[in-house]
């Protein structure tokens, strides 16, 4: 929980993190409390270095093999890694600890098993069971956080602090209520506040720099990054937002020297590789971005939307440099193998897809791709709407006939098609679009070819009003 990492840059345990790093690196066999083994591993998963957790397990399990401990670092090294089945069946080998504590454990498997109800109800539980200043009143609220109860959350947390208005950690959970209610300056004020009393908590630090890229305050968030990374050198995760701060304050030189770092130490990643392909592309630099692009693709594993958005971005790179054919076989392979989830598509603000996660969403970019459930066919429809808007007209039609298969109305779809079709010397086959799109009421089309809108207009009156007003332009 977001409470123990103040201790983390406490001296006490940053004297246990240097006398086992030592250990380690010198190869001696000290002992360690099974306790700290379990600071050791928290530690490292909030730094994401899941591979010295892996390690910190291993050597608590033959230090300490009958500790119960070490099943719940098992759980929580298993739910970092994305396995949360494998957490529950973990989970049911518990023996030995108190109830509050296995409740906890159960609502994050059920979280990340995205059962939601269960874990709700886990959560009041905990919450009816605990007075304001126990840490189980902590979990419930992250938890409920966790479970989208961002407005029950707020409200327990304020009774909460009228009671313990002193407790450090439900200002904390306050807070990212607030960030979760949109509710900014009212987060920021705390977090301000937070760290006029520790100035040197990376947590606070990181959080507020959270909260200002969010928002697409840049400036202020590389700051706040800065100061994280000036503190605690070894948190990886501010350099990598502080590389999304420089890109898109476009410094593009110093966005690309810290993606750089990152992609040479991890060179299997690809979300650093891509976005050295992005910077290069806004340099000019197209040969260069075309390789990163390469490279990404040759990372990321085959059905992800990592994957996708790399080839379209090869792909219309390809159709800049004139390289048609080829970008149109780019985009084939986007469409062949794409991933069941592909919202990312409909962030269509900039030329170039930006490959994102949880942690470089911005309000912005999540008030699009969580208001709804993205079909195929709408995702599928906004690149192909995308990539008409940017001229990519031959890669468009590719995709937009395969969207137009999984449609059930095709009458927009058929308006593009015919305006591809059009600008791209088919002439022949516009005729069968049009009168698809007129049967259809397809306003897109009327808009397309800057005709008023008229919805008894033949197919016959459409194209000779479009001949007319190209002969006139």
Known sequence: MNYDKGYFESPEFRELLARYEKSTKLGIGSYFGIDEFVDLLSYYLSVDKSDDAAAVLDAARRLHPAA?????????????????????????????????????????????????????????ELLQKSAPGQESVYEGLEILLDCGFAHDALEICETALKVAPQQISLHEVKAECLIELQRINEAVKIYNELLDNNSYSTFYWEQLGHIYYMVKKYGKSLECFEYESAI??????????QAYCYYYLRDYKAAKELFGTLAKKYSNTVTPIFYIGLCHYHEGAHEDALNAFDIAINNAQEGTIAMMLARINKAMLLDMMGEHSVADDAMSMALLMH??????????????????????????????????????????????????????????????????????????????????????????????????????????????FDIPYNANMSSTEFISQATRKESDA
């Open 68 to 124: 119960p401990e070490n099943t719940k670092m098992g759980i929580k090294l298993l739910l970092y890694n994305g396995e949360p089945e494998k957490a529950l069946a973990l989970f049911n080998e518990l023996k030995y600890i108190d109830e509050t504590e296995m409740l906890t454990i159960k609502a994050e498997i059920m979280v990340a098993l995205r059962d939601f109800k269960q874990a709700h109800d886990i959560a009041i």
């Open 232 to 241: 605690n050198e070894d948190i990886e995760y501010a350099y990598m937002m």
């Open 339 to 448: 991933p069941d989830n592909m919202k990312q598509l409909v962030l269509t603000g900039n030329h170039f897809y930006e490959l994102r996660d949880k942690e470089n969403l911005t309000f912005d970019d999540m008030n699009i791709v969580e208001t709804k459930e993205w079909s195929t066919e709408e995702t599928l429809y906004r690149l192909g709407v995308h990539l008409v808007n940017h001229r990519h007209l031959i890669l468009a039609k590719r995709v937009l006939r395969y969207c137009r298969d999984l449609s059930y109305d095709k009458a927009d779809i058929d308006a593009y098609l015919a305006y591809i079709l059009w600008n791209t010397g088919r002439k022949e086959e516009v005729p069968q679009a049009i009168e698809s799109a007129l049967d259809g009421r397809s306003n897109i089309l009327f808009e397309l």
